[in-house]
């Protein structure tokens, strides 16, 4: 009887050891499976996060006094051949000036252009965002929607602004030609979860900064429409 009683302790003590394994299995799996949707969750928040942020400051930043205060004669040389349009330089110099003064200016508004996300809360840090989102914001459940551990992303804006200057010039009249100015923006952010991932957003912008007629034509090989662009300029 006794040896029976043995026989079955060790019995038990199996399937519990077992069971054990098995839920630490299934537990592991879960975790798993909800920790890859969460970060995909985090990771379309995070992006809608700085699409609108990045849209809000660039408007808020390009305003009318940035546009007044670079002439077209100070940022591009027209050269002419026989009064034709046959050459377009750049002053690279004054391109990164407009670059630093927006990207200084985006960071100067960035608590100001921050949207509504909802109840996550977050810090801004010079140039990087610290959001702070449950574990399960994913879920469809209001009711657990909110709960679970903290979950630390974070967002550092404006790792680089890569910047050209784009003109388009249009036959305007008799002998007349409108000079369109264009400051293109490619700006990139980086995201870092928790697992240490680090993802690229990218932002693109094409701002008309300044508009003239002056005198002259175009080559007839362009079709009334002389395009050109510069160097890329990096900050």
Known sequence: MKKFKVRKYY???KVIIASLILIFFLTSIFLEIYGKKTSDNLLNITN????TVMTNSVNSNIKLDLIKKYKINELIDIEYQDKKISNVNYNLEKAYEILIYIKKE?????????????????EIQN???IVSMPYYNNSNNIFISNFGPKIFVQISFLELIDGSIKTKIKTYGINSLLVELYLNILITNTIVIPNNSKYNNHNE???????????????????GLFESK??????
């Open 11 to 13: 019995s038990r003590k």
């Open 48 to 51: 809608n996060l700085i699409n």
């Open 106 to 122: 985006i960071i100067n508004t960035l608590n100001d252009n921050m949207p509504n996300i909802y109840n996550y809360y977050y």
């Open 127 to 129: 140039n990087k965002i």
């Open 205 to 223: 912008y094409n701002i008309l900064i300044s508009s003239k007629i002056v005198q002259g034509e175009i080559p007839s090989i362009y079709n």
């Open 230 to 235: 510069s160097d890329t300029i990096i900050t």
